[in-house]
């Protein structure tokens, strides 16, 4: 009989060697601290779970496949369409129109041009698809971007629920595969990091676009596969994992956000050092075969990519010539240290932030924090270092904290923010590695911890009132149209319980609550929905699919932003979908002496409306631009169709023909003739 000792849960573990099932010991489980009494079933359920874990993601992830299971906003299209709700549980958020009015029908237009890497759908011209805002191509690339793949050979509905459900079950599996490596195999710790970061509210609320789940998926994974590598004596495995971790290395640049990609890449960098160093041993393992490795990844994964910049070069250019976002450029100096209590630990907000919207100056997105229960963990790894049990990982985190800080508020030279990549952080996206950082610091230390090093319950108790009153009064500050005095009580005494948690060393405890605190505050976030109906169940939209598979000509969409890419979702070319980036030749076509062509210079949201005037734009704010159309300029522009919520049938323009041939509860579609 083989017995394994397991020292974070104190069990003996009995395995049974004649029964030729490896892990029948679950039959056998015996608890050493209560004289061998039978381990519950449940804790024989989670060993189990803990095991097979992986497999049960997969397994759960193709149900929910097949089952359609999605979190997109979809749902809204309901009330415009006319169509059924996709929701099956909780609430579409309007506010997400980056993901249900961008991305998603930015996907569903790909399946009307076989997923063609240049759209003429989208803008109604040539539009590189795979570069920017990064959709589904049927191109070798798309391996760089697994969770668009299920588009490829699936249904919309299946498609966007591999894109949805993928992401949110790899993120939570490496994290915690990642937990485990930094929190030394303590999973208390690990399971309250992956749950913190998979359902936390920043991630949550900005969970389909900007590949925020995607940069810390492939970031963690790097590290994880750089550990392996370093414990790795063979080198044709060696071989293999550099392979892989160029492979990430390609995925994770090609996520293709700066803002968040940058200020993670410190904290992924901090991680890899920290194993480097740590492990001294493999040091002498390491020598010219390792860098031939390097070179090979590297050749091989570059030559794949020149494909990819030679195709998209012309688009790079034009992005980066464009007003917005091409010209912008941060240096530092956000804030003071008021405005740092107000936006940096406002975390508790998160809380709320299903249940509220917020208008005026944010919104719930911007407002969305990791929970991280900051500061706590900074003082617990200096208190951690100060009584002279220096680790690596713990310092240099609080150095990267540190040169964030510094960034946040204070202004930096030109040449130091470029330098340090830091100009392409704005400041509301550094709160991701903020949070991330944070967590880690504050879970190390428990995870390093013993029970006997937590505080006294009184020291505890004062030391986390004085936590959670300043967590709540950051996210009173912040946003006091919110809170009532039922909020600011329960805000304070849920904060206060975990950090008594935390201050107690009672990981079991603490994993309770931040489990349930997670549950309420990012599961709620988005809808529980189911298939697209919405979109694909509405009149309008089968109408619009039936016309331009009979004629492709250019369509225009006279109506609010959230009408203009419904027809891209029906294989329509519109002139007015969201512009990725400026159609610069079709605009001065209505602009020959460049007036505005600062004004159209840049990524849109487009909206446009008749006017008796000659046709002039404006952008009353830097991601839309309103077109006022004069309009005898259709025929410049080629308009054969007009998607519309507006009867146009009294206009009267020589030389133009509105001809209505389909309406539906006050929407309107026109043909044109000349």
Excluded at 234 to 260: D, T
Aim: aromatic content about 16%; overall charge neutral.
């Amino acid at each position: 009989m083989y017995v394994v000792f397991r020292r974070e849960i104190g069990h003996i573990l009995h395995v049974c060697k004649d029964s030729g099932n490896p892990y029948c010991y679950f039959l056998e489980l015996r608890d050493e601290t209560k004289g061998g009494a039978i381990v519950t079933r449940l804790e024989m359920f989670l060993e189990k779970i803990f095991i097979y874990r992986w497999y049960v993601g997969f397994f759960l992830f193709a149900i929910l496949v097949l089952l359609g299971i999605h979190g997109s906003s979809i749902g809204i299209y309901s009330a415009i369409l006319h169509s059924p709700d996709t929701a099956l549980w909780g609430t579409n958020r309007v506010i997400r129109s980056d993901e249900w009015m961008i991305n998603t029908p930015l996907a569903f237009s790909q399946y009307f041009n076989g997923f063609a890497y240049f759209s003429d759908i989208v803008r109604g011209t040539a539009t590189d698809m795979f570069m920017v805002y990064a959709q589904p191509v049927r191109d070798f690339m798309v391996i760089f971007r697994p969770f668009q793949l299920g588009y490829l050979f699936l249904s919309p509905a299946g498609g966007l629920a591999f894109f949805w459900m993928g992401r949110l079950i790899v993120l939570f599996l490496v994290s915690f595969e990642f937990g485990l490596l930094v929190f030394e195999r303590n999973r208390f710790c690990a399971v309250i990091y992956a749950c913190s970061l998979s359902l936390a509210p920043l991630v949550q609320w900005w969970f389909a676009i900007n590949a925020i789940a995607e940069i810390l998926i492939f970031g963690q994974a790097a590290v994880l596969l750089f550990a392996v590598y370093l414990n790795t004596a063979s080198y044709w495995k060696r071989l293999f994992l550099g392979v892989a971790l160029g492979f990430l290395a390609v995925s994770f640049a090609l996520c293709l956000y700066p803002a968040w990609q940058v200020s993670c890449s410190y904290i992924f960098l901090v991680a890899a050092f920290w194993l480097f160093f740590k492990r001294k041993e493999a040091w002498h393992s390491l020598g010219m075969k390792d860098v031939g490795i390097v070179f090979l990844a590297g050749v091989l994964w570059g030559s794949l990519c020149i494909p990819i910049f030679q195709r998209s070069l012309p688009t790079i250019e034009m992005v980066r010539a464009t007003v917005y976002p091409g010209s912008r450029i941060c240096l530092g100096g956000f804030g003071s240290l008021a405005d740092f209590f107000k936006h940096g630990l406002n975390y508790a907000l998160g809380l709320w932030l299903p249940a509220k919207e917020l208008n005026g100056f944010t919104n719930n997105s911007e407002a969305a924090r990791i929970f991280d229960l900051a500061p706590l963990g900074i003082f617990l790894a200096l208190g951690h270092i100060f009584r002279k049990r220096m680790d690596g990982l713990l310092a240099g985190l609080l150095l990267i904290q540190g040169f964030f800080l510094f960034w946040w508020f204070f202004s930096w030279p030109v040449w130091a923010a470029k330098g340090s990549l830091l100009s392409n952080v704005t400041p509301e996206r550094l709160f991701l590695a903020f949070g991330v950082i944070n967590l880690i610091l504050l879970l190390r230390v428990l995870a390093l911890s013993e029970q006997k090093e937590g505080m006294s319950s009184i020291a505890a108790l004062v030391f986390s009132a004085a936590g959670a009153a300043v967590a709540t009064a950051s996210s009173y500050s912040f946003y006091p149209d919110i809170f009532n005095y039922k909020y600011i009580l329960s805000t304070f005494l849920l904060v206060m319980m975990l950090w008594y948690f935390c201050l107690q060393r009672k990981l079991k405890a603490l994993t309770i609550g931040m489990l349930i605190v997670l549950l309420y505050a990012g599961v709620r976030v988005n809808p529980i929905a189911q298939g697209t109906a919405s979109i694909y169940e509405s009149r309008t939209v089968q109408k619009m699919e039936a016309l331009a598979h009979q004629d492709d000509g250019l369509w225009l969409v006279m109506a609010d932003t959230p009408y203009c890419d419904i027809p891209i979702m029906a294989g329509a070319r519109t002139i007015n979908s969201v512009n990725t980036y400026p159609a610069m030749e079709r605009w001065q076509k209505l602009d020959p002496a460049g007036k505005y062509r600062d004004v159209y210079n840049r990524y849109a949201l487009i909206h446009v409306e008749f006017s008796r005037e000659q046709t002039s734009f404006e952008s009353p704010r830097a991601d839309f631009l309103t077109v006022k159309l004069n309009p005898e300029d259709l025929p410049t522009l080629g308009v054969r169709y007009i998607f519309t919520t507006q009867d146009l049938a009294k206009e009267n323009l020589s030389g133009v023909v509105f001809d209505k041939i389909f309406e539906d509860q006050g929407l309107y579609i026109y043909q044109l003739s000349y």
